[in-house]
């Protein structure tokens, strides 16, 4: 069993940044594939990015070039860094694990609001 604790979200006003923080539990941080997912009122959850355990990531258009996704493995930590950020990215952002070692295995974090003002 793998728990995940966001943090870092808050109101920031467009053209902002915040960092979200993703803390797992457990020794195999390493090991995972992780993802950052969003939620909008009354939209669909969509994927923000990802990163595999060897480090390669992949963002959605919405958020390429705005938006780094990283990970500590000697802190057990995912971060989403986010900048120039815009009302349409107003969200509960959520951390997913989708791998261990190469096989799935999904656990979700309770997720973390982020607003931004125009």
């Known amino acids: 069993q793998v728990q995940l604790v966001e943090s870092g979200g808050g109101l920031v006003q467009a053209g902002g940044s915040l960092r979200l923080s993703c803390a797992a539990s457990?020794?195999?941080?390493?090991?995972?594939?992780m993802s950052w997912y969003r939620q909008a009122p009354g939209k669909q959850r969509e994927l923000v990015a990802a990163i595999t355990r060897g480090g390669n990531t992949n963002y959605a258009d919405a958020v390429k070039g705005r938006f780094t996704i990283s990970r500590d493995n000697a802190k057990n930590t995912l971060y989403l860094q986010m900048n120039s950020l815009k009302p349409e990215d107003t969200a509960v952002y959520s951390c997913?694990?989708?791998?261990?070692?190469?096989?799935?295995?999904?656990?979700w974090g309770q997720g973390t609001q982020v607003t931004v003002s125009s």
């Open positions: 457990g020794s195999v941080f390493r090991l995972m594939d």
């Open positions: 997913k694990v989708d791998k261990i070692l190469g096989t799935v295995s999904v656990y």
